[in-house]
């Protein structure tokens, strides 16, 4: 498995903004596994975690147009890049789905 994650910092009391961010993410992660929001609501720093079965679809998702909007609009919001990580999985415990 494939993960993509993208890290960011959007100061506390933003929650609602983080969710409605990883919601404009998952909304092009079609072919995504699973999509995770990550929350630290006390210091305002959020992640999203995509789960893909190819490279190639993550590296899709990563250079997809409306990804690359969000990552720019986040790196512009916190003044500095935004972290955009692309990594292999390996699961050490699946959950019983």
């Known amino acids: ?3 993509t994650e993208i ?3 959007l100061g506390p ?12 993410l998952n909304a092009v992660a ?8 990550f929350i630290d609501a006390d210091v305002g720093e959020y992640g999203c975690l995509a789960v893909w079965k190819t490279r190639a679809d993550a590296d899709a998702y990563i ?9 720019a609009a986040l790196g512009a919001r916190m003044g500095k890049p935004t972290r955009v990580r ?11 789905t």
């Open 86 to 96: 692309v990594y292999e999985m390996e699961y050490q415990r699946r959950a019983n």
């Open 7 to 9: 890290a960011f910092r």
């Open 30 to 37: 079609t072919a995504a596994h699973e999509h995770v929001l």
């Open 63 to 71: 250079g997809h147009p409306d990804v690359v909007a969000q990552v």
């Open 13 to 24: 009391d933003s929650v609602d903004d983080a969710r409605a961010i990883a919601a404009r």
């Open 1 to 3: 498995m494939i993960g």
